[in-house]
């Protein structure tokens, strides 16, 4: 009988020490997948525009007017303190010439050298923007035909309004966080 009496009085005690190791052991498991998800959790932000505008007769790769000059210091301004918090981190441009000339005042601000991307190839173009920049501001120039297709693969919209002819005006703003949808902003700048 006294054995049946040593062994009541050491069972409670071992599970009370029992039960706290398995709780830090599950709390260290819940403490790692929180870090882990607010360490993956920011988001890429990715500036889509169109070039500034353009001379209409000056031939198949025209450069820009003074209104695009203009367009472009503006963009400038907008995006260009190195040093504040959201400039931005990266430039990517077709090799057309006015849109390598919409991003010139901005990148040599910056002391960027704007990327040079194919224009058709949305797609790639996000896959590569997302995977080297993530989590900073990147700047996208294209063209009228393609900004609806960018932001579209950036997961901003898939049925975007096309941008007429005479419209140089339209930024989009597209926030894609690592984890979930992203997030889209149109402005007139």
């Not at 599950?26 to 890429?44: N, P």
């Not at 367009?71 to 995006?79: G, P, T, V």
């Not at 901003?156 to 002819?165: I, K």
């Not at 339209?170 to 997030?183: C, L």
Request: aromatic share 4%.
């Amino acid at each position: 009988m006294t054995r049946d009496h040593a062994s009541l009085q050491r069972r409670p005690f071992l599970t009370p020490i029992w039960l706290t190791v398995l709780g830090a052991l599950l709390g260290a498991a819940l403490l790692v997948c929180v870090v882990w998800v607010w360490g993956t959790a920011d988001s890429t932000m990715v500036i889509v525009i169109r070039h500034a505008e353009k001379r209409l007769d000056a031939g198949a790769d025209p450069p820009l007017t003074p209104a695009g000059e203009a367009r472009a210091a503006a963009l400038s301004r907008m995006f260009g303190e190195a040093g504040a918090p959201g400039h931005i981190d990266a430039i990517y441009v077709s090799a057309a010439l006015r849109n390598r000339l919409t991003a010139a005042p901005l990148a040599a601000r910056l002391g960027l050298v704007p990327v040079v991307v194919p224009a058709d190839d949305a797609r790639g173009l996000a896959r590569r923007v997302l995977h080297e920049h993530g989590g900073g501001r990147v700047l996208v120039v294209g063209h009228s035909d393609t900004v609806p297709d960018i932001v579209a693969a950036l997961g901003g919209g898939a049925h975007l309004p096309p941008l007429g002819d005479s419209e140089y005006g339209t930024m989009y703003i597209v926030s894609v966080p690592r984890i979930g949808r992203a997030n889209l902003l149109r402005i007139d700048y």
